[in-house]
């Protein structure tokens, strides 16, 4: 089966936009609040969720960027993603306050924001205005976008999940060899 096209059957509820399409997608929504977020969103969790549920309350739609398999591979590491780019579109983009999806397939999304020109930038507040990555910051500025930081939920992180499975797997082989009474 053709990823894209089983992407496209189950994108109901959101749009699915391929960057080539971006441009004239933006022209689509002129005069609108636009919010953009971006990331791997790689092993979705509760924080995921509570970022984009607050990101869409600061605008009229909600456009999120979705880091392509081969750039979570050089973020993350080679035992990244866990789930193909069009698998974490379709989980995004299923969700109620998300209006649109692209996957991009650069490390950064400066290429993607150049295109969408947010009038609102979200991240989660695991980042500052001095960590962002210069060169999407400098495109961010160039749009005039706001740049809005949302307070994390506490305890949740991929990284920190997927620590937690590994300690609780590792656990678990070490008990293998332990016979119960």
């Given at each position: 089966?053709?990823?894209?096209?089983?992407?496209?059957?189950?994108?109901?509820?959101?749009?699915?936009?391929?960057?080539?399409?971006?441009?004239?997608?933006?022209?689509?929504?002129?005069?609108?609040?636009?919010?953009?977020?971006?990331?791997?969103?790689?092993?979705?969790?509760?924080?995921?969720?509570?970022?984009?549920?607050?990101?869409?309350?600061?605008?009229?739609?909600?456009?999120?960027?979705?880091?392509?398999?081969?750039?979570?591979?050089?973020?993350?590491?080679?035992?990244?993603?866990?789930?193909?780019?069009?698998?974490?579109?379709?989980?995004?983009?299923?969700?109620?306050?998300?209006?649109?999806?692209?996957?991009?397939?650069?490390?950064?999304?400066?290429?993607?924001?150049?295109?969408?020109?947010?009038?609102?930038?979200?991240?989660?507040?695991?980042?500052?205005?001095?960590?962002?990555?210069?060169?999407?910051?400098?495109?961010?500025?160039?749009?005039?976008?706001?740049?809005?930081?949302?307070?994390?939920?506490?305890?949740?992180?991929?990284?920190?999940i997927v620590e937690m499975i590994q300690k609780g797997a590792m656990v678990?082989?070490?008990?293998?060899?332990?016979?119960?009474?």
């Amino acid at each position: 089966m053709n990823n894209l096209s089983f992407l496209t059957s189950v994108a109901q509820n959101f749009w699915f936009i391929p960057m080539e399409k971006v441009t004239d997608f933006r022209q689509f929504l002129e005069g609108k609040k636009v919010v953009v977020t971006n990331g791997c969103f790689d092993l979705f969790h509760f924080g995921h969720l509570a970022l984009l549920n607050e990101a869409r309350k600061l605008g009229d739609f909600l456009w999120v960027g979705i880091n392509g398999d081969r750039s979570v591979k050089e973020l993350k590491g080679n035992d990244r993603p866990f789930f193909s780019a069009w698998e974490r579109a379709a989980i995004v983009g299923s969700l109620k306050a998300v209006d649109a999806v692209t996957v991009f397939s650069e490390r950064r999304a400066t290429k993607f924001l150049s295109l969408v020109k947010p009038v609102v930038y979200v991240k989660g507040a695991d980042y500052s205005s001095e960590s962002l990555n210069p060169e999407e910051k400098e495109v961010l500025v160039e749009c005039q976008s706001q740049i809005k930081f949302i307070p994390l939920y506490p305890g949740r992180s991929t990284s920190g999940i997927v620590e937690m499975i590994q300690k609780g797997a590792m656990v678990a082989e070490q008990n293998k060899g332990i016979k119960k009474e």
